[in-house]
């Protein structure tokens, strides 16, 4: 049963105009949430975390909402940029565990 | 800055080939991990190893065996490649942070004919 679901598997946006990707989870016990980008042939980087204890975490053009009673977070990019176009990756981290929870992916196609 | 090396970028090979992907870090992290990347199908962690010569099953670790003889290296391997073993393959280390961030190695990419 997947414990970190991202139900789009992809999404375009104009360049200049927000990216919203969406996760949800079924796990009440994680305390941290992580988004990370990747490109093709390449390892996934870390963009952004958000700790349980938050609702909303900002870096830069980037900004991770997180509702804990809708088990639902977001990543927000405002303004989006061609160099956006990449797969991001949900995560989510248990309490004292050292394994990290992927969901499958959301593509995202940033339109000149 | 943290570094994780894999050993080959790209592979090919037959199946029923035995195939190793190495591992490397510099950062002297007692835990390493390999996943597995397929589109749709996300990030899969195949096994991960929390000392020298301990290792604990994934989500998917049929078809696979590790070894860690030294704590810098990380050892997957496939006793017997199959078709359904082409995939990307990435080994990742904690960056050590309360995030559980994990630190990725440039990815192996390995198709089986």
């Known amino acids: 049963d997947q414990q970190v679901k991202q139900n789009s598997p992809s999404l375009s946006v104009q360049e200049g105009r927000i990216s919203i990707l969406n996760c949800d989870y079924t796990n009440s016990m994680f305390d941290y949430f992580l988004w990370y980008k990747k490109y093709p042939a390449e390892g996934p980087t870390f963009l952004i975390s958000?700790?349980?204890?938050?609702d909303k975490n900002e870096d830069g053009r980037f900004t991770v909402f997180l509702n804990k009673s809708a088990k639902h977070l977001s990543l927000h990019i405002v303004p989006s940029q061609p160099g956006d176009s990449a797969v991001y990756f949900c995560a989510a981290k248990g309490y004292r565990d050292d394994k990290i929870i992927f969901g499958k992916g959301t593509r995202l196609h940033i339109l000149p | 800055d943290v570094k994780v090396t894999q050993s080959s970028r790209y592979l090919v090979k037959r199946t029923g080939e035995k195939v190793f992907l190495e591992c490397v870090q510099d950062?002297?992290?007692?835990?390493m991990f390999w996943y597995r990347q397929d589109p749709g199908l996300g990030l899969r962690l195949i096994y991960f190893s929390y000392d020298v010569k301990m290792k604990e099953k994934g989500d998917i670790p049929e078809g696979y065996s590790v070894s860690r003889e030294k704590k810098e290296r990380f050892s997957l391997i496939l006793e017997s490649a199959s078709t359904n073993q082409t995939s990307m393959y990435l080994c990742?280390?904690?960056?050590?942070?309360?995030?559980?961030?994990?630190?990725f190695g440039e990815g192996s990419r390995l198709t089986v004919l």
């Open positions: 990742a280390i904690p960056s050590g942070g309360a995030n559980g961030e994990l630190f």
């Open positions: 950062m002297d992290h007692e835990n």
């Open positions: 958000i700790s349980s204890i938050k």
